[in-house]
């Protein structure tokens, strides 16, 4: 089963910053912390990835509280292609063995 | 380059036959990892391969096998198929870290 909690659905208005939290409290200190999402019918993407340290990339940023018991993606600047089933994922699963919760449904509007 | 490749996009099957799907990794990755995909149960991990050695496997009946050649494709076979097996399977590729690209999935529909 999935070891991380996240809202099922959230709104954004197109333009404005999404702030997607995440509750992973029982990783453990060496798992990173994955984001992907899933585009309808398409197959899920990789946005990001941390450990402890907040990180950025062209797509998103990551913030991760001190205690790595949560975490937040920021999309900047939210567009309607954004729109989405976004998963966090813990590194509990080793070797590239994702447990996928069920996400939470972003929903973009003008 | 070219991203992951998964054939036969969609099929159709019926109970009791059996199916076999491919995937061509992106070229360079040595991990293949395969995924299930239903509206009940959202993404199962089915199994990972690495070198040709399956590394991780998930809780999924001993009907669902895979392989991995020495050229990193590789195929998953179900047999006797159920009603049940009808889903997206995806398949996935890495250089050996979380960061994971898929295809676009195989569409299993079992009649």
């Known amino acids: 089963d999935a070891k991380t909690t996240q809202p099922p659905s959230m709104d954004c208005a197109e333009g404005r910053a999404a702030n997607l939290p995440c509750n992973h409290s029982?990783?453990?200190?060496?798992?990173?912390v994955y984001w992907y999402r899933q585009i309808h019918s398409q197959g899920p993407q990789y946005i990001i990835h941390?450990?402890?340290n907040n990180e950025t990339n062209e797509m998103a940023s990551l913030i991760i509280t001190e205690d790595r018991k949560s975490s937040t993606l920021i999309l900047p600047h939210a567009t309607l292609r954004d729109t989405a089933v976004y998963y966090c994922?813990?590194?509990?699963?080793?070797?590239?063995?994702?447990?996928f919760g069920a996400g939470t449904r972003l929903a973009v509007h003008p | 380059k070219a991203g992951v490749t998964q054939t036969p996009r969609y099929l159709i099957k019926t109970r009791g036959q059996q199916v076999t799907l491919s995937c061509s990794p992106i070229?360079?990755?040595?991990?293949v990892s395969w995924y299930q995909q239903t509206p009940g149960q959202g993404l199962q991990f089915l199994f990972e391969?690495?070198?040709?050695?399956?590394?991780n496997k998930g809780n999924f009946p001993g009907r669902f096998s895979g392989r991995q050649f020495s050229n990193s494709r590789s195929e998953m076979n179900v047999s006797t198929l159920e009603l049940g097996d009808s889903a997206l399977y995806l398949c996935?590729?890495?250089?050996?870290?979380?960061?994971?690209?898929f295809g676009e999935g195989s569409r299993l529909t079992v009649l």
């Open positions: 996935a590729s890495s250089f050996n870290t979380g960061e994971l690209f």
């Open positions: 029982t990783i453990s200190g060496n798992e990173y």
């Open positions: 941390g450990l402890k």
């Open positions: 994922i813990d590194g509990s699963g080793g070797y590239n063995k994702l447990i």
């Open positions: 070229s360079g990755h040595r991990s």
């Open positions: 391969y690495f070198s040709e050695t399956q590394r």
